[in-house]
């Protein structure tokens, strides 16, 4: 490959049409401007210019030369003058995260972009562990995972909670333990996790493994897929309860309030010694002063859909199997 040095060297004498100027704007002697044209021709195996005297013309091939070098150090100028400008309200933002919280995730940051066009948010659904691999292999800049990272080389920070809860079908009166068993479990790639937890929680004298429960179906696709069987009757399942309020199918569920309220935690992970540009930055200030709005209008809607059942969310949290 070509010195870059001899390149630029070459551009400023094609500009300048003289040694002797081309040596006195780049502090150098004219022997090392020739030196470097002839580095250049014999490279490119063909004459770049024409001397005459004292004088000299461009050849063909040295005046597509000289366009190319042109263009080549103003595109490598405006990149230069990017990386400096480092704007938080502008340049490409790579995440990723598991469906329920993602869903969240996307939608806060396509309101962002809707103010600042000059952002581009490239957003992928993805498993935790897909996630972390992303994340170290620096296919993405940020992921959003909803366990904790046991890496050394990534840097996790607590970023989010979401609370867990139960979705079961519409018509379905109360929930008890006997009811939970007859329904089944409609299962995903976290319903285990999420489910477990909940009813050791929630029902510490009957819980003993999901293994109790017979599996009535399963999806690895987000939210719509995992709960339209819920919706269908056939079977209960346990997300992040901002996943079940986002369900276009809400009227078709029941969201259970739990008495002892399960919570996930949410990890911002990026890659350890990895600089992220200013809008990274900005972008987390941002959710930062929004996210107890969220986690207000997430309480809110839970209670709504309460009460349109008619049973106070208090009642129906005393409900024991």
Same mark, same amino acid.
Request: glycine content about 6%.
């Given at each position: 490959?070509?010195?870059?040095?001899?390149?630029? !060297?070459?551009?400023?004498?094609?500009?300048?049409?003289?040694? !002797?100027?081309?040596?006195?704007?780049?502090? %150098?002697?004219?022997?090392?401007?020739?030196?470097?044209?002839?580095?250049?021709?014999?490279?490119?195996?063909?004459?770049? /210019?024409?001397?005459?005297?004292?004088?000299?013309?461009?050849?063909?091939?040295?005046?597509?030369?000289?366009?190319?070098?042109?263009?080549?150090?103003?595109?490598?100028?405006?990149?230069?003058?990017?990386?400096?400008?480092?704007?938080?309200?502008?340049?490409?933002?790579?995440?990723?995260?598991?469906?329920?919280?993602?869903?969240?995730?996307?939608?806060?940051?396509?309101? =962002?972009?809707?103010?600042?066009?000059?952002?581009?948010?490239?957003?992928?659904?993805?498993?935790?562990?897909?996630?972390?691999?992303?994340?170290?292999?620096?296919?993405?800049?940020?992921?959003? %995972?909803?366990?904790?990272?046991?890496?050394?080389?990534?840097?996790?920070?607590?970023?989010?909670?979401?609370?867990?809860?139960?979705?079961?079908?519409?018509? !379905?009166?109360?929930?008890?333990?006997?009811?939970?068993?007859?329904?089944?479990? =409609?299962?995903?790639?976290?319903?285990?996790?999420?489910?477990?937890?909940?009813?050791?929680?929630?029902?510490?004298?009957?819980?003993?493994?999901?293994?109790?429960?017979?599996?009535?179906?399963?999806?690895?696709? =987000?939210?719509?897929?995992?709960?339209?069987?819920?919706?269908?009757?056939?079977?209960?399942?346990?997300?992040?309860?901002?996943?079940?309020?986002?369900?276009?199918?809400?009227?078709?569920?029941? =969201?259970?309030?739990?008495?002892?309220?399960?919570?996930?935690?949410?990890?911002? /992970?990026?890659?350890?010694?990895?600089?992220?540009?200013?809008?990274?930055?900005?972008?987390?200030?941002?959710?930062?002063?929004?996210?107890?709005?969220?986690?207000?209008?997430?309480?809110?809607?839970?209670?709504?859909?309460?009460?349109?059942?008619?049973?106070?969310?208090?009642?129906?949290?005393?409900?024991?199997?």
């Amino acid at each position: 490959m070509i010195n870059p040095v001899f390149l630029r !060297t070459f551009s400023v004498l094609a500009e300048e049409r003289s040694f !002797t100027r081309a040596a006195e704007a780049l502090a %150098m002697s004219q022997p090392g401007v020739s030196q470097h044209l002839k580095a250049l021709e014999d490279y490119y195996r063909t004459p770049l /210019v024409s001397r005459e005297g004292r004088h000299f013309e461009l050849t063909d091939a040295g005046r597509r030369l000289a366009d190319y070098t042109r263009s080549l150090f103003a595109e490598h100028d405006r990149f230069r003058t990017s990386l400096a400008a480092d704007e938080p309200e502008r340049g490409l933002c790579r995440f990723s995260s598991p469906g329920s919280f993602g869903i969240k995730m996307y939608t806060f940051l396509l309101r =962002i972009n809707k103010q600042h066009p000059g952002l581009s948010i490239h957003f992928a659904y993805a498993p935790n562990a897909n996630v972390l691999k992303d994340v170290l292999e620096e296919r993405i800049d940020v992921g959003f %995972m909803s366990q904790a990272v046991d890496e050394a080389n990534v840097h996790a920070e607590a970023f989010a909670e979401e609370r867990l809860c139960l979705a079961l079908p519409k018509g !379905t009166k109360g929930t008890t333990w006997a009811q939970l068993k007859e329904l089944g479990f =409609i299962n995903h790639p976290d319903g285990f996790h999420h489910a477990s937890r909940i009813l050791a929680k929630n029902f510490p004298s009957d819980y003993v493994t999901m293994e109790d429960f017979q599996i009535r179906g399963f999806s690895n696709q =987000i939210v719509s897929s995992i709960l339209e069987p819920v919706a269908m009757g056939l079977g209960f399942t346990a997300l992040p309860e901002s996943a079940c309020l986002s369900f276009a199918g809400r009227a078709k569920i029941r =969201i259970e309030p739990l008495p002892k309220p399960v919570i996930d935690q949410i990890y911002w /992970v990026q890659k350890r010694g990895r600089q992220l540009p200013s809008r990274f930055a900005y972008l987390k200030a941002e959710y930062g002063k929004v996210y107890k709005n969220l986690a207000t209008v997430d309480a809110s809607l839970l209670k709504s859909t309460a009460a349109t059942e008619r049973l106070p969310v208090k009642a129906k949290a005393r409900r024991k199997g």
